[in-house]
Nanobody, 122 residues
Framework: QVQLVESGGGLVQPGGSLRLSCAAS????????MGWYRQAPGKERELVAT???????NYADSEKGRFTISRDNAKNTVYLQMNSLKPEDTATYYC????????????????WGKGTLVTVSS
């Protein structure tokens, strides 16, 4: 089985920074795209940023210039560096990875982590 475990969330003041990590483990053959999504209370889950296995990135417009997504393919880990945080960034942040498992390497399946809470408040 495959697991995604996020870490790095917490309480930060406006203007501060946080770095989220998400490590994938289990019977992994390879990982295609990885990404971060977030869901604020009462709102739908939305895209924050994605990164392909080759390192190409995509960001939601509101995060461009403030957030940076990166990955370490050797560690099956994706990161999200968040700077200049605003109260409206408060949300649960979820990691997603498109993974090919050892049992079925021809199919890429989306796996989700359980989320890590980021609270931006003074």
């Amino acid at each position: 089985q495959v697991q995604l475990v996020e870490s790095g969330g917490g309480l930060v003041q406006p203007g501060g920074s946080l770095r989220l990590s998400c490590a994938a483990s289990g019977s992994i053959f390879s990982i295609d795209a990885m990404g971060w999504y977030r869901q604020a209370p009462g709102k739908e889950r939305e895209l924050v940023a994605t990164i392909t296995s080759g390192g190409s990135t995509n960001y939601a417009d509101s995060e461009k210039g403030r957030f940076t997504i990166s990955r370490d393919n050797a560690k099956n880990t994706v990161y999200l560096q968040m700077n200049s945080l605003k109260p409206e960034d408060t949300a649960t942040y979820y990691c997603k990875a498109d993974i090919r498992t050892m049992n079925l390497p021809v199919v890429s399946i989306a796996y989700w982590g359980k989320g890590t809470l980021v609270t931006v408040s003074s």
